[in-house]
């Protein structure tokens, strides 16, 4: 009997709960609007370049927008401890502080991840998500084909700014990934001369390599209308071209990022021209 009634108020707490937890996925999409909100209307950046903590007005006056709805943003960026309230006191009214995760919202600096949370919060790479059903069912193409006619990388050769924002995020790891790399397997690249980065991006990985390592000459091979933007440096050379028809000579090859685009047959295709092109090192996540 006493079993029964456990159970019974077990089944309670779990129903309870449920009543609670749905409301999580009803309005899951709020944080990342609210944070994608926040790099755009520049909050971090407001702070950051002040120098102390702001109150709303000073907020408000600085972003020149109304102070009634910041308040409801930075509420909310509180509640997920983003920022930092500090309640008024005799010497002044409240304040807004940064926090060591708001700094990953400037849109520049080491830390800043602000591009890669503006392009995967993008209407152009949600809208794919919204076909995962019919993905999974076969149903249907390649999620982001499906609703844009197009893979991701010929979409972005034909939209600039896309094209912009996926640099500027591929950048964004790269400045956090690399230096832990470099802290921790630094004697991997003991003994390289050349290294060539498929899909290489705007070259941030490289510069940082190089610079690190300045034995190493460096190879940033990418799409042609990606490299064509790419800044020129010292020891890397800017090559355009396709990892599918075949990848620039090196000691080895490094990738990043990029693998999880493709599909398993493109993706052994890529692998077979890395690895005819040196010894490869691949650091990536699934798409």
């Not at 004697?187 to 991006?201: A, N, S, Y």
Request: aromatic share 6%; hydrophobic share 45%; net charge negative.
């Amino acid at each position: 009997m006493e079993d029964k009634q456990r159970e019974l108020e077990g089944e309670e707490k779990e129903e309870e709960h449920a009543k609670l937890e749905i409301w999580k996925y009803v309005f899951g999409f709020v944080e990342i609007a609210v944070v994608k909100c926040a790099i755009e209307l520049g909050i971090a950046d407001a702070i950051e370049s002040h120098g102390s903590p702001m109150t709303l007005l000073e907020l408000s006056s600085a972003l020149r927008c109304d102070p009634s709805p910041l308040y409801r943003i930075l509420r909310v960026l509180v509640h997920l401890k983003i920022f930092k309230e500090k309640p008024a006191t005799q010497l002044g009214p409240k304040v807004y502080a940064q926090t060591p995760l708001s700094k990953r919202l400037l849109k520049s600096g080491e830390n800043s991840m602000a591009a890669f949370i503006l392009l995967e919060s993008s209407p152009v790479m949600l809208a794919p998500w919204h076909g995962l059903s019919a993905r999974i069912q076969g149903v249907s193409n390649p999620a982001f084909e499906a609703v844009h006619g197009e893979d991701v990388w010929s979409y972005a050769a034909a939209n600039p700014n896309h094209s912009k924002l996926i640099n500027e995020a591929m950048a964004c790891d790269a400045r956090v990934a690399v230096p832990a790399v470099l802290e921790s397997c630094l004697e991997v690249f003991k003994g390289l001369e050349t290294i060539v980065d498929v899909g290489g991006g705007d070259g941030t990985t490289l510069r940082l390599l190089v610079e690190a390592c300045p034995w190493i000459r460096g190879v940033n091979f990418d799409l042609p209308h990606v490299v064509s933007v790419a800044q020129e440096c010292d020891r890397i050379e800017n090559v355009g071209g396709d990892m599918f028809d075949c990848v620039p000579k090196a000691d080895a090859a490094i990738i990043m990022n990029c693998s999880g685009f493709f599909m398993t047959g493109e993706t052994m295709s890529a692998s077979v021209s890395l690895r005819s092109a040196g010894k490869l090192f691949r650091r990536t996540k699934g798409r």
